[in-house]
């Protein structure tokens, strides 16, 4: 609080700068495109609000494919950007519960297209230069 005061900016941790070249880099509204058709295969006791599909496939895909938990990834209620560096990352997404992204993470692993949304993931990093080193599944390991 002191160091807002003083005109001093917090500085970003690795995580915080290996998370915002991570959404520089990704287009979360193709993959949330990708993981729509999964949310119309889901069972009836299985929903997720699509409002918030975007920030849903940012977490299960940054903690399946990048090792980051999903705790970390998760903007809670009582949280600003101000009060916590990891929630800056999250600025304009929804604010998640954990429900939503343990059912999110159902639908997903029985969802018959994540694949595509593997190879979308793949099709942008190529684009840039990057390559996932190993297949990577969305599927419950």
Partial sequence: MIQNLLGRKKKATRQEKILSEIDRLISWKKLAACAETCLDEAPDCIRVNR?????????????????????????????????????????????????????FYKIIADCSKQDEIINELGAQLAKVGVSLKQPVSLSPS
């Fill in 51 to 103: 409002n918030s599909l975007e920030s849903l496939v940012r977490i299960e895909v940054l903690h399946r494919c990048f090792g980051i938990s999903r705790s970390d990834l998760m903007v809670t209620g009582s949280e600003t950007p101000e009060q916590d560096g990891a929630t800056a990352l999250c600025d304009s997404r929804p604010v998640l519960n954990e429900d939503d992204v343990e059912n």
